[in-house]
């Protein structure tokens, strides 16, 4: 594990430079690398083992960065315990490497802290959920990827805050234990907490639904998201016994909670486009595409 200390005074700017000029033209304003969260110092933890990995998400301190250098096979699950602070986050940084998760059971990733941006890195073949925020809040996940995991590829869950999610991708995620009931694209239910935001992300080919707020007590927006073929498990579009096939799954029956779907777009799904799921509040459902969806595009129950 290479480490390096340094102070960013100077560097910000050129790095800032040098960050715009070599960009993909499509890291702009929706990112979360804002200036508000930037670290003004800390440390580096250049990783290509998993036991290094491990061990620099055990000492990781405000303003520090994890960053990847090749693609690893995780021996168990990575926890992100400890937390930055709304100066000086902490950044995994996967450098668009992968963690494959097929060695062990459970979650790929569980984030419990607070003040982490993660970015640029591939979850894929966990048994469950890819990656799961649990506890904490003012957490970000940046330009990630989850596929093939045994349920959803990113959960918000239990009483994680203040998350946001930006274009990121989840496919051909599906639960087979469970017969494809589970697996969602993304998901924040079951108690998640408040603040919770997906922007310009895109869910395809996951056996249960592309996004999935069931029980979610709280607001959820989701702006400019697209959610397609979920449902089928591949590009062949193969179903399961169980999967619903939603593209955005706005609730459940004893929840009575108004989402924000903004500028989305949900199309060939196996069920419908939209589909409010007994949440009998008004949703907020504002210049979306929904078309093609094959048993309805806003379902009957959905309030808007």
Known sequence: MKVTKFLMAAALVSAAA??????????????????????????????????????????VNPGDTIK????????KQLQLLRSGSSGKVITLDGNGKTLNCSAFTGWGVKVNGSYWTIRK?????????????????????????????????????????DV??????????????????NADGFAAKLSGGKNIKFNYCVAKYNSDDGWDLYSQAYPVTLNNCEASYNGYINS??????????NGFKLGSKYKNVSHRVLSCKSTYNLKYGIDANGNTAKQTITNCTVKNNKEGQISSRTKY
């Open 18 to 59: 040098m960050f715009v000029s070599c960009s993909d033209l499509s890291e702009n304003s929706e990112s979360s690398s804002d200036s508000s969260r930037a670290a003004s110092s800390g440390t580096t933890y250049s990783v290509g083992t998993a036991s290094d990995l491990y061990t620099a998400a055990n000492k």
């Open 236 to 245: 062949s579009l193969q179903t399961t016994p169980d999967g619903d096939g």
């Open 68 to 75: 990847l250098t090749a693609n690893i096979n995780l021996t």
């Open 121 to 161: 890195l591939t979850v894929t073949k966990a048994s469950d959920c890819g990656m799961v925020f649990q506890l904490g809040g003012n957490n970000r996940a940046e330009y990630c990827k989850f596929t093939y995991n045994g349920d959803s590829g990113l959960q918000v869950y239990n009483s994680a805050h």
């Open 164 to 181: 946001t999610i930006t274009r990121c991708e989840s496919y051909y995620n599906y639960d087979k234990a469970t017969n494809g009931e």
